[in-house]
């Protein structure tokens, strides 16, 4: 991460403590994101949030005007991503290309990593999965049950190992696969996470940063996270 943004997040902490956002604040707040990653907005974007429920479970009198200082700052943020232009690429395989692109992000994730698929057999993807956790990266797994336990099913596996697995429990099957790195990439597409997918299947994913689609996918993996919480 940037020095820049370990800096930018000590000003973002310092605006909660008056839930004012001055005219120069917001000025220097927007030059200070355009000069950032996108996966560092996203952190910040995160722990702009974290700060706000930190405040409200402070001062919950104050609630009112902190969520319209929060809406503010948000709204910065969102221009920010909304002022850069997506890029996407598709990936195919049988061939390397798809499993490549899925551990080099994997590899990539500095804080959060939501994983969203019907199974994953593939050992080198479960060890960049576990080596992520290990690195202090948070994991979550949301898979399917009758795929949990076939031969090969790394699922198992990572769980025992202390990454955080959900499953559907119901007659019907947890099909998507998609993943959510850092919340500045979604990885989605046909590519199961198996060896067969990479060697013989026709299979594709599609690598994007469109903030949009991200929220979209995360606000879908949540609702799956807290529903199969329940099971």
Not at 59 to 69: D, S, V
Not at 98 to 108: T, V
Not at 164 to 191: E, Q, Y
Not at 217 to 229: A, G, S, Y
Request: charge should be neutral; hydrophobic fraction near 35%.
């Amino acid at each position: 991460m940037l020095p820049t943004t370990r800096k930018l997040e000590k000003q973002l902490i310092g605006y909660v403590a008056d839930d004012y956002l001055s005219k120069e604040e917001s000025k220097t707040l927007r030059t200070a994101l355009g000069n950032l990653p996108n996966e560092d907005i996203s952190y910040l974007r995160n722990r702009l949030f974290d700060h706000a429920r930190a405040r409200l479970v402070e001062q919950p009198a104050g609630a009112m005007e902190h969520l319209r200082w929060l809406e503010r700052c948000v709204k910065l943020f969102d221009a920010t991503f909304k002022a850069r232009q997506s890029t996407s690429s598709a990936w195919f395989s049988p061939g390397e290309d798809c499993r490549r692109q899925i551990i080099s992000h994997l590899n990539g994730a500095r804080r959060h990593i939501n994983i969203c698929v019907f199974t994953i057999s593939d050992n080198d993807i479960a060890e960049a999965i576990q080596k992520a956790h290990d690195r202090g990266v948070t994991v979550r797994i949301i898979s399917d049950n009758d795929k949990r336990d076939d031969t090969g099913s790394d699922i198992t596996m990572l769980q025992r190992h202390g990454v955080a697995v959900r499953v559907d429990n119901t007659p019907d099957h947890m099909h998507h696969k998609f993943c959510v790195v850092d919340g500045a990439f979604l990885i989605n597409g046909s590519f199961n996470w198996t060896r067969s997918a990479t060697t013989r299947n026709q299979e594709n994913i599609v690598v994007t940063d469109d903030l949009s689609l991200i929220n979209d996918f995360m606000e879908r993996f949540e609702l799956l996270w807290k529903e199969f919480d329940r099971r």
